[in-house]
């Protein structure tokens, strides 16, 4: 079973800086798709930006330019680095994980979530 950890949210003043981290229980590198999602209060949860096992990243149009998803294989965890924060940035961040194997197909994993409050 693998475990996500989510440290680093808090509440910053719209323009600052917030760095979120991930910790896994196992080697990000058998970890093939991670990602971080975030849902607003009284909206679906969506994604912000997610890292293939090969380095690959996407962002969500609304977090471009201003976050930055890394994978740090020799500590186990995934970063998100968070610039120019908005206050449409507040919600709850979840670090998302995804195993892939070739017989029994794909397996998911969520963090518990971490608030990051933005304010204007």
């Known amino acids: 079973q693998v475990q996500l950890v989510e440290s680093g949210g808090g509440l910053v003043q719209a323009g600052g800086s917030l760095r979120l981290s991930c910790a896994a229980s196992v080697s990000i590198s058998s970890i093939n798709s991670m990602a971080w999602y975030r849902q607003a209060p009284g909206k679906q949860r969506e994604l912000v930006a997610d890292?293939?096992?090969?380095?690959?990243?996407h962002y969500a149009d609304s977090v471009k330019g201003r976050f930055t998803i890394s994978r740090e294989n020799a500590k186990n965890t995934v970063s998100l680095e968070m610039n120019n924060l908005k206050s449409e940035d507040t919600g709850v961040y979840y670090c998302?994980?995804?195993?892939?194997?070739?017989?029994?197909?794909?397996?998911?994993?969520w963090g518990q979530g971490t608030q990051v409050t933005v304010s204007s």
């Open positions: 998302y994980g995804k195993i892939i194997r070739a017989i029994l197909g794909s397996t998911t994993y």
């Open positions: 890292i293939s096992s090969g380095g690959w990243r």
